[in-house]
Every structure is written in C-alpha cells, then in structure tokens.
C-alpha cells in the first residue's frame, strides 16, 4: 500500500468516499460566522463559516436557499445543518448546507430537535396513530388569534369551496409565554363539542413567535383528542411540533382549509356523474324486467289462466277413473278371495265329519264347483 501510485483524482475519489460513508458526518448542524457570501444568479449560495480557529468552504444549492425566512448577509452568525463532503474538481472538503437558522435561537433549535426525538421515540409520530379526515366535514371548529389575517383566510376558503360548512370559532392566543396554556384549554373545549374536525391556524412568522406550538404539553394534548386535527402554523418552510402529532399538516392556513373541505363544484359534478350512472342502470333494469314481463305474458296459462285448470281438471278426471277402476278390481278380488275361503271351510267341515268316506281332494273340488 505504501508504495501503491496514485493518481491526484483516484486519491481524491477515495478520500471523497470515505468521508461519504462516515456516519458521523452525514447530519451536523455546525455553528460560525457567515463571511465571503456570494449568491448566485442561479439561486445557489457559496459562503465560507469561520470562526476565530478555522474557516470552511460551504455550498447551499437554491432549492434549500429558498427556504430561509431571515437576512442573511456577511458576519450573520449562524447554524448550520448541513453534511461534509468532497468536491473532487478542487479536491477541496467542504459543506453541504440544507438549512440555515441564526445562531440566537441556536439553543432553542436544538431543544426542539431533542423534544422531537424523544417523542418520536415514544411513537407519537407514528402514522398509525393519525384519524382518517371526514369526507364531507359539516361542523368544522377553527382556533386562531381573534381578528387574525388567518382565520379570516380559512373562513374565506371555506365559504368558497365548502359553504354548507357549519364553522365554530375559538379565539386563542397563539404567540408568547401564555399562548402554549391557552392553546391546550381550546383544544379541549373544541374536542368536547364533537365537531367533525378542527383546524389550528396561525399565519407565519420567526421561530420565537412560533415557539408557542413547540411546546410538549400542547403536542401531547393534540395528540389525545379524539376529534381529528389539522394543523396550518406558518409559512410553508415552517415546521412545529404539532404538525407531526397532529392527524394532517398543512404548509399554510389557506391550506389547512382546502385540505379539510372538498370542493362544492367538484361534489356537484360528482352526483351529476352519479345520477346519470344511477339512471342508465335503471334503465337497463326495467328494459331487462321488460323483457322478461313480455315473455311471461306470452305464456298460454298467462293468457288463458282457465287452460291451466281445465287440464288439471281433465287430469284429476283421470286419476279419479282410474281410482274407482282400481277400487272396483280391488273389490272384485276381495270377494273372490272370500268365496274360496268359504269353500275351503265347508270342504274341510266335510272331511272332518266324514272321515271314513273321504274322497280325493280333486273330487271335492270339482263337486264343490258344481
């Protein structure tokens, strides 16, 4: 191996795999400074994260550049999730980032990660356990901020594509230290109302004013209500700790709406569709009772009910001759039988009487006869 020639890319490669396979290095969140910030036109950002020890190439391509919901710009001090790896044109290592958050909530970001994998170790996460959503929800609960841009967006949505919709309103805080308690008691007094599903929106905003819905007693509390529960907090990026307890997440509140309500234009066509189905296959069904109803009124005994009992008549006639018939032979053999039995009783009475002048029993017969 020492003595093994190797070419510059066959080295890099190597190092390149390595680094690529080592677990430890695939998921990081990695703190530091932002300096030589360059964004692209393409949408990719290339930035180096330093601190006052050492400094590293990064790349963060557009589709995570996108995402992020703050300023960032030259001396932002950050962290980073990201993963290392090998670019092999410069054979440099650098970072992959995929997501961005500034480093004052550092802290707070990295409890709710903790949070996160304790409840989903407990199987709070687990998709087992979300409620299917009604089809066609006609009691929907919503919890938002009173006067809140959301809820008016939610109403809107619904009004529009669900209007036989009944909606419940439930005013709640939904930022600061008190909103988490308020929260959790809407919840419940939703939840004991029986309504068909119910909706918790809010609109976006940073992760402090989301802090409210990271909290474990409020997921908890989510997740033990027996009514089903869509959550629409924040902006599309943003991810709390109720979407993944609750039984459906929407990116936005508008989304939470359209994602509980059909849509009425979509229902109306639907039974139209279903009416006529339901009315050719009637029609098929009494064309086929038709058919059959002429092939049973062509029968004779349906035209001529009386054909059938004159011939059941004419049959039992029949019968009833050939009964008597029978009856008759019957009663002739019967007095046949008595006869001769009568016969034989007197011949034996003679034979008893006369025993010394016994004839031949043929003899009898034939003088008996006569």
């Known amino acids: 191996m020492m003595n093994q020639m190797w070419s510059v890319s066959a080295l890099v490669s190597y190092i390149k795999r390595g680094i690529d396979h080592d677990e430890n290095l695939r998921q990081l969140l990695v703190r530091g400074e ?3 910030l360059v964004k692209h036109r393409s949408g990719h950002y290339y930035f180096t994260l330093k601190d006052d020890k050492a400094r590293m190439s990064c790349v963060m391509f557009s589709n995570y550049a996108r995402l992020i919901h703050f300023d960032l710009e030259n001396g932002s001090k950050v962290i980073a999730q990201c993963k290392v790896s090998v670019y092999e044109a410069s054979g440099s290592v ?28 407990e199987g709070y996460f687990d998709p087992a356990h979300k409620k299917q959503l009604p089809q066609y ?40 230290s008190e909103a988490s308690p308020m929260l959790i008691e809407t ?4 939840d004991q109302n029986h309504h068909d599903v119910i909706l918790l929106v809010r609109g976006g905003g940073s992760i402090e004013d989301l802090w409210a819905f990271n909290q474990e007693e409020l997921a908890r509390c989510i997740y033990d ?14 991810t709390t700790l109720v979407d993944y307890v609750s039984d459906a997440r929407a990116a936005t509140p508008t989304a939470a709406a359209e ?7 979509e229902v109306s066509y639907q039974l139209q569709r279903y009416k006529k189905l339901l009315a050719d296959q009637m029609k098929i069904l009494l064309d086929r009772s038709s058919h059959h109803l002429d ?15 004159e011939n059941s008549m004419m049959s039992l006639d029949l019968k009833r001759n050939a009964l008597e018939n029978h ?26 009487q006369s025993p010394g002048q016994a004839k031949p029993f043929g003899v009898f017969l034939f003088e008996s006869s006569v």
């Not at 970001?109 to 304790?118: G, N, R, T």
């Open 34 to 36: 932002i300096s030589n």
């Open 94 to 121: 650098q970072l992959y980032v995929n997501g961005l958050q500034p480093d004052g909530i550092g802290e707070m970001y990295l409890q709710l990660e903790a949070l996160k994998k304790k409840m989903m170790s």
């Open 295 to 309: 092939k049973v009124k062509g029968h004779p005994y349906i035209r001529n009910p009386l054909t059938y009992i």
């Open 225 to 238: 209500t027996s009514t089903p529960i869509v959550t629409g907090v924040g902006h599309e990026t943003d």
């Open 327 to 352: 009856i008759q032979t019957k009663m002739y053999l019967q007095n046949e039988i008595d006869s001769k039995r009568i016969r034989f009783a007197h011949i034996g009475n003679m034979m008893v």
């Open 187 to 190: 919840i419940k007094k939703a």
């Open 137 to 176: 929800p006609m009691d929907i609960a919503l919890i938002s901020a009173r006067e809140a841009a959301a809820a008016s967006d939610v109403r809107t949505t619904i009004a529009r594509r669900w209007p036989l919709a009944k909606i419940t309103f439930y005013p709640s805080l939904v930022q600061g």
């Open 259 to 265: 994602l509980v309500t059909p849509d009425i234009q």
